[in-house]
């Protein structure tokens, strides 16, 4: 199997069953971004959690709606996310943003993207590249705005 086919069967899978979907409870913020150019819309809640090494993406929820890339893309952050401690998430984050914006240049690392680096493809279709970043660009916009992490009381 060609590595394209690997990708799109990759999008395709997460697309069909999308990880983590669905809106949950408790949260500490949530947002709604809109990618007009396709009709892409997500509503995207984040909470974090204390610990002793900083803060941590405790969950990620959303509900997507519009095509294929966009809801896939959302599942693969939401997976790729949860768990892991915000700073590291952040660089992620900025690694998938590398990713697309790099015009298909860009040869990504699969220990860090996992099944980020299906997007690949997608980079070298600048319509596209908006529907694969918004979830990412959501998450990004919801963290910054927690502002009361759950103690790690709460969390237990
Ligand atoms: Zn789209």
Redesign the pocket.
């Known amino acids: 199997m060609d590595l394209n086919a690997l990708y799109q069967e990759i999008i395709l899978d997460h697309y069909k069953n999308p990880l983590h979907a669905g809106l949950r409870e408790p949260y500490g913020a949530e947002v709604r971004h809109v990618?007009p150019?396709?009709?892409?819309e997500v509503t995207l809640r984040v909470q974090l959690a204390e610990s002793a090494d900083g803060p941590v993406v405790h969950d990620v929820s959303y509900d997507a709606v519009?095509?294929?890339?966009?809801q896939a893309s959302a599942s693969v952050m939401a997976d790729l996310l949860i768990g892991k401690p915000v700073a590291e998430a952040m660089s992620v984050h900025e690694d998938f943003l590398a990713l697309m914006q790099g015009k298909g240049q860009v040869v990504p690392d699969e220990e860090r993207l996992e099944d980020g680096v299906a997007f690949a493809g997608v980079a070298k279709f600048p319509a596209?590249v908006?529907?694969?970043l918004?979830a990412w660009m959501a998450w990004k916009d919801a963290t910054a705005q927690v502002t009361t992490p759950l103690t790690e009381e709460e969390v237990r």
């Open positions: 990618n150019t396709c009709g892409d519009g095509c294929s890339i966009s596209r908006k529907c694969a918004l």
